[in-house]
């Protein structure tokens, strides 16, 4: 017979589960901060790739840009911010009414924004103040009266190969190729597609030079 008292087997009681000690964390606690780990250097990895997609974006496709000044009014004002296009003059040539950004010819450490009015071969002319290219007069309907020029007139002058004769929309405030000449084409950095502050005048730009065609009447 067994000498344990009624109600318990023989033998010594089991031993107590192990407790965990002040500096041994327990392997639960080892395994959340193996995964905070994960997620943070995750974190990192895309904060890295997202900086680096920037970079070749602003390097190679697009940049943002800040005009100074009035020489584009009433197009573009004073301190509008813009989305320079880089990438598309890499795959075609500037046209007619681009708006565009370019190193100043005289000085290629500045850079201004004027819009393209003549390509390589054209004859560009102004007769008081109505630009003509190659005979035919270049729209200016979205030129308020008071930025034209009125009395300038000059040319017939032809575009060299490989050059751009570019001018600014307000045409009695702008240094462009009416004083400084031709523009490389090397020179032009991009395509102005779109000014994004303020916000409440936000707009992609189009080619506004075409001559309207006629409205179709209805009789």
């Not at 997620?39 to 970079?55: D, P």
């Not at 190193?103 to 924004?113: N, Q, R």
């Not at 290219?133 to 007139?153: A, G, Q």
């Amino acid at each position: 017979m067994s000498d344990a008292p009624p109600g318990m087997s023989g033998g010594p009681p089991p031993a107590p589960p192990p407790q965990p000690t002040a500096g041994h964390p327990t392997a639960t606690s080892g395994s959340t901060l193996a995964r905070v780990g994960e997620e943070l250097f995750a974190w990192f990895k895309t904060l890295v790739s997202a900086a680096v997609y920037a970079t070749l974006i602003v390097t190679f496709g697009f940049q943002v840009a800040r005009v100074e000044g009035q020489s584009m009014a009433p197009t573009l004002e004073d301190q509008d911010r813009l989305i320079v296009n880089k990438l598309i003059y890499k795959l075609h040539k500037p046209q007619i009414g681009d708006i565009v950004m370019l190193y100043y010819p005289l000085d290629p450490d500045k850079s201004f924004v004027k819009r393209v009015v003549a390509e390589p071969g054209d004859t560009i002319k102004s007769v008081n103040g109505r630009v003509y290219r190659n005979d035919v007069p270049l729209r200016d309907d979205f030129i308020p009266e008071e930025y034209k020029s009125l009395n300038d007139t000059w040319g017939p002058r032809t575009v060299p190969q490989g050059q751009y004769f570019v001018m600014g929309d307000h045409r009695n405030n702008s240094s462009d190729s009416r004083t400084w000449d031709w523009v490389p084409e090397k020179y032009i950095i991009g395509k102005v597609e779109l000014r994004w502050w303020p916000v409440n005048h936000a707009r992609f730009f189009e080619d506004d030079l075409t001559p309207k065609a006629p409205e179709k009447s209805d009789k």
